[in-house]
């Protein structure tokens, strides 16, 4: 991943979590206007929202490491073709 490429990825996941934040308020003003079954589909996504935000937040949080390491010296990075599970 170059350096442009990670601030796109990086913008990306600063997006998504934007717009699920700006969902999860959607669904929660919904659930906070409506009764019965209407609320507990509202009260639904607004649970299944707040699940996909933890998610989100930790592929930023997975984003940021990489962009971060892939800025330090080539040295430092591991080879591309190999996966996380393969350095101990």
Do not use: W
Not at 26 to 45: N, T
């Amino acid at each position: 991943m170059n350096a442009e490429s990670g601030s796109r990825a990086l913008g990306a996941a600063n997006d998504l979590l934007d717009l699920l934040r700006l969902a999860q308020a959607a669904a929660e003003r919904v659930a906070q206007e409506v009764y019965g079954p209407s609320f507990e589909h509202a009260d639904l996504i607004t649970r299944e929202l707040q699940r996909l935000r933890r998610s989100a937040e930790k592929l930023a949080g997975s984003v940021e490491d990489v962009v971060s390491r892939n800025e330090g010296p080539p040295a430092d990075r591991p080879h591309p073709r190999r996966r996380a599970s393969d350095h101990h």
